[in-house]
């Protein structure tokens, strides 16, 4: 399966709903508008002539500098041929809603639930979305980028032992 083949179909099925196209990291990627990202996920599997059937992953993503920050990276496998494929799509900290895909792929669940659990990412539809590895008091979601590396109150380092 060859990458022109895929980017003219999904092209055609979606046209301005794809907002980014590459193939660097020899993986062609796309990014999507939030709202279609079921669909086209959807259309990825369920298409003959595609057939992206393996979820591989499915993880967040924060880029605090962007209009859109929060993001979620899809992985899928076409094991048939061989082909992998990368789908993004971002949202916004205010709205942070996302379709899930877990009636797609059942190993979803977990992974949506890791990704809210870590950044807040709230999956649409999700049949049991809670917090899993942190514990369900905590109000914030650490792997964020909101907080400075380093404490600037801290006294005891000096920067010249660390070539700054």
Same mark, same amino acid.
């Given at each position: 399966?060859?990458?022109?083949?895929?980017?003219?179909?999904?092209?055609?099925?979606?046209?301005?709903?794809?907002?980014?196209?590459?193939? /660097?990291?020899?993986?062609? *990627?796309?990014? $999507?508008?939030? %709202? =279609?990202?079921?669909? =086209?996920?959807?259309?990825?599997?369920? &298409?003959? #002539?595609? #057939?992206? &059937?393996?979820?591989?992953?499915?993880?967040?993503?924060?880029?605090?500098?962007?209009? +859109? %920050? +929060?993001?979620? $990276?899809?992985?899928?496998? &076409?094991? *048939?041929?061989?082909?992998?494929?990368?789908?993004?799509?971002?949202?916004?900290?205010?709205?942070? &809603?996302? %379709?899930? =895909?877990?009636?797609?792929? /059942?190993?979803? #669940?977990?992974?949506?639930?890791?990704?809210?659990?870590?950044?807040?990412? $709230?999956?649409?539809?999700?049949? #049991?979305?809670?917090?899993?590895?942190? $514990?369900?008091?905590?109000?914030?979601?650490?792997?964020?980028?909101?907080?400075?590396?380093?404490? %600037?109150?801290?006294?005891?380092?000096?920067?010249?032992?660390?070539?700054?």
């Amino acid at each position: 399966m060859e990458n022109s083949f895929i980017i003219d179909k999904l092209y055609k099925a979606f046209g301005q709903d794809i907002l980014k196209m590459d193939t /660097s990291s020899d993986i062609l *990627a796309f990014t $999507v508008a939030c %709202p =279609v990202i079921h669909e =086209v996920i959807c259309f990825l599997k369920e &298409n003959e #002539n595609m #057939n992206f &059937n393996f979820l591989t992953d499915l993880c967040g993503i924060h880029y605090p500098d962007r209009g +859109l %920050p +929060l993001g979620v $990276v899809y992985h899928l496998h &076409n094991m *048939a041929e061989n082909k992998r494929l990368r789908i993004k799509t971002f949202v916004t900290l205010n709205d942070p &809603n996302i %379709p899930t =895909v877990t009636d797609l792929f /059942s190993s979803a #669940n977990w992974m949506e639930r890791e990704t809210y659990d870590f950044y807040g990412i $709230v999956f649409t539809g999700h049949p #049991n979305l809670k917090r899993i590895l942190n $514990v369900e008091y905590m109000d914030f979601f650490p792997m964020r980028k909101e907080y400075p590396l380093e404490d %600037p109150t801290r006294e005891d380092k000096d920067d010249r032992y660390f070539g700054r």
